[in-house]
């Protein structure tokens, strides 16, 4: 038993806290997998971090269905992302990188916090338009937390409000609302088809297109493009 132990310990090992949660969001998430390769590699642990916790958080809502279950576990993510920013060593992989990309970020902190409270409302909230904000909410902080720490200016009013869309399509596409979702995509399309390669990653994020393995060479030249 202990030889397996330490042959576990040892296979982790090989592999970084990075390449972890990378690999995780490649199984769950493979487009923002793809998405996250059209960014410089010095930013994009980042950004991995944030579409790693996105990730924890969409899991606890599906393999969970009791509130008082939900609320300690997100209350667990709440100050588990405090403290590890604080500088409190975690075994998450997650939680490392936090700790060693974010050290002493308050700024970053409180917004982790509430984003995570914005979470929470959407899974417990049981009114239908309530529920649809309170998304809507979340992928708003968590663009302007993803724009902040990739250190993207947008100064173009036609940029915001092309990204606005696309993640008003996104919470209604979340819902089935497809006939809203595929109105505002086309009007966000319409405002920027081709963003700046610096701007392309927050379109990627939060567009209707999916990066798919059967079709990833295409769809790789497509993006090299800057269509999203």
Same mark, same amino acid.
């Given at each position: 038993m202990e #030889?397996?132990?330490?042959?576990?310990?040892?296979?982790?090992?090989?592999?970084?806290?990075?390449?972890?949660? #990378?690999? #995780?969001?490649?199984?769950?998430y493979y487009h923002y997998y793809i998405s996250s390769l059209f960014i410089k590699s010095n930013k994009r642990s980042k950004l991995l971090c944030i579409l790693s916790l996105d990730l924890e958080l969409n899991k606890i809502l599906k393999f969970n269905t009791e509130k008082n279950i939900l609320i300690l576990k997100f209350d667990w993510w709440r100050i588990a992302c405090t403290q590890s920013i604080?500088?409190?060593?975690?075994?998450?992989p997650?939680?490392?990188l936090f700790r060693k990309l974010f050290y002493n970020n308050y700024n970053l902190k409180d917004k982790l916090v509430y984003l995570i409270d914005l979470f929470q409302k959407y899974s417990l909230e049981k009114n239908d338009k309530l529920k649809l904000k309170y998304y809507y909410q979340y992928l708003i902080l %968590?663009?302007?937390?993803?724009? &902040?720490?990739? #250190?993207?200016?947008?100064?173009? &009013?036609?940029?915001n409000k092309?990204?606005?869309?696309?993640?008003? &399509? %996104?919470t209604y596409e979340k819902f089935n609302i497809n006939k809203v979702a595929y109105f505002c995509m086309n009007k966000a399309k319409y405002l920027c088809k081709k963003p700046k390669r610096e701007y392309l990653i927050l379109f990627l994020l939060s567009s209707s297109f999916r990066f798919e393995k059967r079709f990833i060479v295409k769809q790789l030249f497509y993006s090299i493009l800057r269509y999203w």
């Open positions: #030889e397996i132990y330490v042959l576990l310990l040892n296979q982790l090992s090989r592999y970084s806290d990075q390449d972890l949660i #990378e690999n #995780e969001i490649k199984l769950n604080e500088g409190k060593d975690f075994s998450v997650l939680l490392r %968590k663009n302007n937390i993803i724009t &902040s720490l990739l #250190e993207i200016l947008i100064s173009d &009013s036609k940029i092309a990204l606005r869309l696309a993640i008003i &399509s %996104k």
